[in-house]
């Protein structure tokens, strides 16, 4: 991704909505607003991307990563939200923000309780997405 050059974040808010310093300040307040303790064994803590994520034709917003080597941490991709989102308002990219947090934390602490219910909800999304994408290119 081209790298922002001092100046230039108000021009990149107006086709962006926001920077992406603006974006992880927005990012910083909402986590800071989670209990502590559902932050439990989070070791990676939250990171903040600016590069955009895909899964085929879905732009992925954030993921929970479990590594053995990093362990634990939930990634927000800045490039994701500012295709998705452009130049909407603060508003809903604080609402989007704020969902995929909450979203990407669920998995974290269903992992540590040894479920994995989101993670079958997330697969029968995509599962159901694709399926329409094929009716619609075959004309069903």
Known sequence: ??????????????RHGLS??????LAGRVVDEIPSPLCRDLNGGFVVLPTQKRDGDLLVLGE???????????????????ALLGGSPRKIWEREVRETV????????????GVDDLTRE?????????????AMKSGV
Do not use: C, N, P, T
């Open 64 to 82: 929970y990563v479990w590594d053995d080597l990093v362990g634990r941490r939930i990634v927000l991709y800045y490039g994701s939200f500012a």
């Open 102 to 113: 909450r979203h990407e934390l669920r998995h974290h602490l269903e992992s540590l309780a």
């Open 20 to 25: 992406f310093q603006e974006f992880r300040r």
């Open 122 to 134: 997330d697969l029968e999304f995509l599962e159901r997405f694709r399926e329409g994408r094929r």
């Open 1 to 14: 991704m081209k790298a922002l050059r001092k100046g230039s974040d108000r021009k990149a808010s107006r």
